[in-house]
């Protein structure tokens, strides 16, 4: 078992040291690493942790979280695959959602996804070249009632077509390019 | 009886020091925060500090004198279709007026200041409801009774202090001062509540199963089921982000019943809302000793985790659900063993879901039989239903069990959008099933409903009309559970795939009848072989539109043809050259440029580009694109 892990932790200790991490994002991650040191059902939280403070889950931080959970690397894989929330490749800045819950799907919601993809040229789960967009679908964001809807981080625009989808999106690139301008 | 502690009763510390002349509340549940309310909110705020007539105050935190208005955000206030909604309390010369306007846009909030603030009038054609008079609107709120929702959408969720003022956590305090656990388990079993999460599993029997068993160590674990995964229902986010406090005072309450110390709320991921609200509740509660060590000076103790889900359906199954808490995939497990004897961490747990909770301290502090005295026989009280798809009044509507179907959907959601023809209503869901217009004065009862092969479930219910197509719908829900089947058990991981292929094949015009047959086989087998309840209930909206619509699968397969016009494989557009003005509107909206014609002449498409997307079909307002 131990020397399992040492083989799945080989490089770990070298990336931690690694000056193209950003140092103040790995101090926030060896911050999380012991917050739950020692917890049990700890995976998840880490892993959601993790993937809040780089934005998706590289190698070697699942190695990390594997040893701080005390869980074979395998399994942290396995979890990391499992759930739809977590992502092993980098993601854009900004993460656009389009609802394709029940409400939303019968209200056009797959028009307005191909209409934003067309715009923004990319397929689900891809990001833009500027790194600015990821666009996915997801299964219901609990606004039915303003469907179809999209979201844009934790913000959500509702009663959309798919012309008034690619108006939201352009406003709120011009916004973010506005506010990194200054 | 047991012995009568002397506790100490839960009372806001910060009561209020102002009662402002003019108070404004404006719905932030996700709904109301998607049409646009925070920025509504924020202009009611700046259009009142600078009317020069009102100071903004916050009533609890600031003292004031002079004429004062307050303005504070609530959760969801039922009428989604109108958010963002405002309500306006006024109270002038010892009488209040209340007045909720809809639709409303930052531009109309300094309209609504000016005239109906200053100027005392009441702008008519903005409002929803009011005190003052009817509105067309009534009928919406008329036949409900909120008992879940008692404080969703009144008071603001993020003020510990609202809720102790709405009655907050008296219930508990009841229940740890003069009843003994079992008095709680029998009172909960009395009042006929059965689990609101959509399996109506009755709750007081659950309790009781999860005190009986032994614990190794003592230790036993309750836990708020929040994962609401069912596409189209919002019905435990809305309670979640309105009424946070009253989640964690029923698990409080249910914790001391069947003797649990540890609990946990599990929420999925995309309700990052309901996830803020509940973290602030849960704080401010440990703060004043609700939720933790010795609550209220007692002996009980209860310490509460949240748990963030990872966007996984499957989660929602209980045992599923204690695998993701344990942080493992989240995958159902064979019972029994049943949680109540050996759940999360092998402990003996108690799940239930957030509305089911929610009601909880509403029957400690009102009674069993007042609960009981509503519903319809073996289904006692109040549910909530989250209305939307194509129906007028989206929202969310809690009414008495027992109601029927045409009732929610024609009197409380106002009929169908565009006055169009009704085509199905779906119940729970994924797990559910869809209704046509001859089942629609059922009562909404357990039994009853399933009868027919669809279920009560959590509350969600979509309305189609004749623009949707069935076989579209059956294999948009296939397509949902086939994605989020955990892969375990053979039956639900082959069957959904060679399901949702079958009803691929009919929307692609390449179905037989043969197929319809073999389709309705493997739904049967799917149904028993499974091993959980995404499984199991995986096919009933495949069954019951093969049941009510058969006709509409015959018509894929047979004449190739989708009257809705959905399936695109299946419809050609076409334009009528008798209607045909030449406008050019059509040509002007078609994305890949696949109609041609002079202006003032008839217009072609042509069907070798033409996509079908139907926005020529959706723009003409000659009805000359023609569909079949």
Redesign the interface.
């Known amino acids: 078992m131990t020397a399992e892990k040492n083989v799945a932790l080989e490089g770990c200790e070298s990336l931690l040291e690694d000056s193209t991490v950003n140092p103040e994002l790995k101090q926030q991650f060896l911050d999380l690493l012991e917050r739950y040191r020692g917890e049990?059902?700890?995976?998840?939280?880490l892993?959601?942790g993790a993937q809040a403070i780089f934005g998706y889950l590289p190698p070697w931080v699942m190695k990390q979280v594997a040893e701080v959970?005390n869980?074979p690397l395998s399994?942290v894989l396995?979890?990391a695959t499992?759930?739809?929330?977590?992502r092993l490749q980098p993601r854009a800045r900004h993460t656009i959602r389009c609802c394709?819950?029940?409400?939303c799907?019968?209200?056009g919601a797959a028009?307005i996804s191909e209409e934003l993809e067309k715009f923004l040229g990319i397929a689900p789960g891809e990001n833009t070249k500027d790194m600015l967009f990821t666009i996915e679908e997801?299964?219901?964001?609990?606004?039915?009632?303003?469907?179809p809807?999209v979201m844009i981080d934790?913000?959500?625009?509702?009663?959309l077509t798919p012309e008034k989808a690619v108006e939201v999106v352009k406003a709120f690139r011009a916004e973010v390019e506005g506010e990194e301008g200054r | 009886m047991a012995t009568l502690r002397t506790l100490q009763r839960p009372a806001p510390q910060r009561p209020r020091l102002t009662t402002p002349e003019v108070e404004v509340s404006v719905c932030l549940g996700?709904?109301g925060?998607?049409?646009g309310s925070r920025e509504v909110l924020r202009a009611f705020e700046e259009g009142l500090s600078q009317s020069g007539v009102y100071a903004v105050v916050k009533p609890r935190d600031e003292e004031c004198s002079c004429r004062s208005a307050s303005v504070v955000g609530t959760g969801c206030k039922g009428l989604?279709?109108m958010?963002p909604l405002v309500e306006i309390v006024t109270r002038r010369d010892g009488t209040s007026t209340s007045v909720t306007y809809g639709l409303v846009t930052p531009a109309m909030a300094g309209e609504i200041i000016r005239r109906h603030i200053l100027g005392g009038e009441i702008i008519q054609e903005w409002v929803v409801r009011t005190d003052q008079h009817e509105t067309e609107h009534d009928s919406f709120y008329q036949r409900q009774e909120k008992l879940a929702l008692r404080h969703v959408g009144i008071i603001n969720p993020e003020d510990i202090d609202d809720y102790l003022e709405a009655d907050g956590y008296q219930a508990l305090y009841k229940v740890l001062s003069e009843m003994s656990p079992a008095e709680v388990r029998e009172e909960i079993k009395r009042s006929g509540l059965r689990g609101r999460g959509g399996a109506g599993f009755p709750t007081g029997q659950k309790w009781e199963f999860a005190a009986r068993y032994p614990s190794p160590d003592g230790v036993k674990y309750f836990i708020c089921n929040g994962d609401?995964?069912?596409?189209?229902?919002?019905m435990d986010?809305?309670v979640l982000e309105g009424d946070p406090h009253a989640v964690l005072e029923g698990m409080a309450i249910g914790a001391y019943a069947i003797g649990a110390s540890h609990g946990y709320l599990y929420i999925r991921?995309?309700?990052?809302?309901?996830l803020r609200r509940i973290k602030i509740a849960l704080k401010a509660a440990e703060e004043r000793g609700f939720i933790g060590d010795n609550i209220l000076g007692s002996d009980f103790s209860f310490h509460v985790k949240v748990?963030?889900?990872?966007?996984?359906?499957v989660c929602g199954e209980e045992t599923a659900l204690m695998q993701?808490?344990?942080?493992?995939?989240?995958m159902p497990r064979l019972r029994p063993p049943y949680p109540a004897e050996s759940g999360l961490?092998k402990r003996p747990t108690n799940i239930n879901n957030v509305e089911t909770l929610a009601l909880v301290p509403w029957i400690i502090l009102n009674g069993a039989d007042a609960f009981a005295a509503r519903g319809y026989e073996r289904s006692k009280g109040t549910k909530v239903f989250?209305?939307?798809?194509?129906v007028k009044r989206?929202?969310?509507a809690e009414v008495p069990m027992g109601m029927t179907l045409r009732e929610v959907i024609f009197e409380i959601g106002g009929g169908i959008k565009k006055d169009k023809k009704f085509k199905a209503v779906?119940l729970g869901?994924p797990s559910g099933g869809c209704l046509p217009e001859s089942l629609l004065d059922l009562p909404i009862d357990y039994e009853t409903i399933n009868q027919t092969g669809a279920i009560v479930g959590s509350g969600?219910m979509?309305v189609?009309d004749e623009d949707?197509c069935i076989v579209d719908?059956a294999r948009?829900?296939l397509s949902?559970t086939q994605s989020?089947s955990?892969g375990k058990c053979p039956p639900c991981r082959i069957g959904t795939k060679r399901m949702l292929d079958l009803l691929t094949k009919i929307c692609e015009g390449k179905g037989t009848l043969d197929d319809l047959d073999f389709l309705e086989r493997i739904a049967q087998q799917v149904k028993i072989g499974s091993l959980c309840g995404l499984g199991a209930t995986a096919p009933n909206p495949v069954l019951t539109a093969l049941k009510y619509f058969r006709q509409e699968f015959e018509e894929h397969v047979v004449q190739k043809k989708c009257q809705a016009g959905i399936c695109t494989a299946l419809v050609t557009y076409w334009i009528d050259p008798e209607k045909c003005t030449g406008c050019r509107a059509c040509a002007r909206v078609c994305p890949v440029g696949a109609i041609t014609g002079e202006r003032k002449e008839v217009h072609v498409i042509d069907k070798e580009l033409c996509i079908k997307?139907g926005a020529c079909y959706e723009k003409c307002r000659f009805d000359a694109v023609r569909r079949s």
């Open positions: 049990p059902g700890a995976v998840i939280p892993l959601q959970a869980e399994k396995g979890v499992f759930y739809a929330q977590f394709h819950g029940t409400a799907h019968v209200s028009r997801v299964h219901c964001v609990g606004a039915c009632g303003m469907a809807v934790d913000r959500a625009y509702g009663k | 996700t709904g925060v998607a049409a989604c279709a958010d609401e995964g069912d596409p189209g229902a919002f986010c809305s991921a995309e309700y990052p809302l309901a748990k963030e889900g990872a966007g996984a359906f993701s808490i344990e942080g493992d995939r989240g961490w989250a209305l939307a798809g194509k989206t929202g969310l779906q869901g969600g979509i189609i949707n719908t948009y829900f949902f989020e955990c997307c």
